[in-house]
């Protein structure tokens, strides 16, 4: 596997991929490697292709507040799971190759950013975007696999694509969950073992939603308090919030007619954890 640190060194890589007729399959990271991302790493090298993954903990999309210092790395451990599910290359470039002195454009996708995690961390998904629509420019993948644990996140870099005409395939994967239902994250790893056990609420909140609507519940408000309820009874999880809007356009709905986001944002201790479900009428 090649490790690059440079954009030239990425774009001669990708020439040389191109030059053998392959496509370009692209799973961009934070790295601390899971299940989850493997997940992704190995759709991708399952649909053929070449595999580059971008590992970079992008500062733009940490507020002053956040934790991008202690944000886990471990570049070795990250190296050889890579290498085991077959990616190819690993894009890890220096924070100032990204982002060299006097950096200042931004991408802003405004109406899918502003709700759910868009609310606590409003300058979060400026970040994203830009950092992935950089990214897109560099590599340029065929196709490019996104988590739908990052729900809101998927949504945005969908509409960037179709808004700014990207000639790339968004491949959107489900959610890796721990045996007990947690879903698999880099910051699972802030949690002490008694938090770890509380935060399994959120999986079983979402559950039971998912079972209300099998059964033929369809307000929007009852599954809400419900899960917030379920949430709340856990005395170690504090809510940011639990939200039930529409799939696509993420606004808020009063029935469940549509495609529904049911999306949870939950504090235990120091570590914000996400999780969220799609229900259908
Ligand atoms: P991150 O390193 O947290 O930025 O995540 C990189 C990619 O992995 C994103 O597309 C995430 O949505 C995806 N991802 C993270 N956790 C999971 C998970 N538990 N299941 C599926 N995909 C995930």
């Known amino acids: 596997m090649r490790i ?6 990425v ?23 899971h299940e989850g991302h493997l997940s992704l790493m190995r759709r991708a090298r399952d649909e053929g292709g070449a595999v580059i993954v971008s ?34 290359a690993l894009f890890h470039p220096e924070v100032g190759e990204m982002y060299p002195e006097g950096y200042q454009t931004l991408v802003r996708v405004p109406k899918l950013s502003a709700p759910l995690c868009g609310r606590s961390r409003p300058t979060h998904f400026d970040g994203v975007a ?10 340029t993948p065929d196709r490019a696999y996104f988590g739908q644990k990052d729900y809101q996140q998927l949504r945005i870099i969908q509409q960037m694509v179709r808004d700014m005409n990207l000639p790339i395939e968004i491949v959107p994967c489900p959610i890796v969950r721990e045996a007990d239902g947690l879903a698999m994250s880099s910051r699972n790893v ?23 609507v099998q059964s033929g519940e369809r307000d929007a408000c009852t599954l809400r308090e419900g899960v917030c309820q379920r949430i709340a009874r856990e005395p170690l999880a504090r809510i940011d919030y639990v939200e039930v809007v529409d ?3 993420l606004e808020p709905v009063e029935q469940i007619e549509q495609p529904t986001l049911i999306a949870v944002a939950v504090f235990f201790g120091k570590a914000r954890l996400i999780d969220n479900t799609v229900v259908r009428p």
């Open 190 to 212: 802030y949690l002490t073992p008694e938090e770890r056990r509380s935060a399994t609420v959120l999986y079983r909140s979402l559950r039971w939603a998912e079972e209300q």
């Open 130 to 139: 830009t950092v992935v629509m950089k990214l897109f420019h560099i590599l």
């Open 55 to 88: 590992l970079f903990v992008n500062p733009l999309q940490f507020a002053p507040s956040e934790d991008l210092e202690r944000y886990p790395r471990d570049f070795e451990r990250d190296h050889q799971l890579a290498q085991s599910v077959g990616v190819e």
């Open 11 to 33: 774009r001669q890589w990708v020439r040389a991929q191109r030059q053998q007729g392959r496509a370009i399959h692209f799973v961009p990271t934070m790295g601390y490697f």
């Open 4 to 9: 690059l640190r440079t954009i030239a060194e």
């Open 247 to 249: 799939a696509e356009t």
